[in-house]
């Protein structure tokens, strides 16, 4: 997991994968207020990423889960969101696995779960097969909107 500013990108480019940097500096030439929810490609199928509307969830409602081929970045645009994050554990099977339809699987609770709470502004990296939650309300249940990008496992060299 990577976590970041937006605003702190262009100081951070010499440590960050270059498809994390294209990623985060197409999206700060766009007005996301402006846009429809729906899918925006940057480089294709290759980095692309998705305005959402999702309903924020509680902990019992959410589950784990992880990707296979691509990393995603995610973005809280108009309220913070907090998300779970556990390291790769082979041993722990999916209980639903879509990865070969919609590259996705959802986990039950990993060991060793941590949670950050991110603003707007701010934004992390779940590398492939790395557990992740999102969508985990703070305070209440809400609507809020975010950003997701995709970025394929080729663009960051794994």
Do not use: N, W
């Amino acid at each position: 997991m990577i976590v970041g500013r937006i605003s702190d990108v262009a100081t951070q480019r010499s440590v960050l994968p270059g498809a994390i940097v294209r990623a985060l500096e197409a999206l700060q030439k766009v007005d996301l207020a402006a846009l429809a929810p729906g899918r925006y490609e940057i480089e294709g199928d290759e980095l692309f990423y998705s305005i959402q509307e999702v309903e924020l969830q509680t902990m019992a409602e959410c589950r784990a889960e992880a990707h296979l081929k691509y990393a995603d970045i995610q973005i809280p645009l108009s309220a913070a969101e907090r998300y779970g994050f556990a390291l790769p554990q082979p041993d722990l099977a999916p209980d639903d696995d879509q990865f070969e339809s919609k590259d996705l699987a959802f986990y039950p609770t990993p060991a060793g779960e941590s949670f950050i709470d991110a603003a707007p502004g701010a934004y992390l990296v779940f590398l492939p097969r790395e557990l992740h939650r999102p969508r985990l309300a703070i305070e209440g249940k809400k609507t809020i909107r975010k950003l997701v990008v995709k970025v394929h496992a080729s663009l960051l060299g794994i």
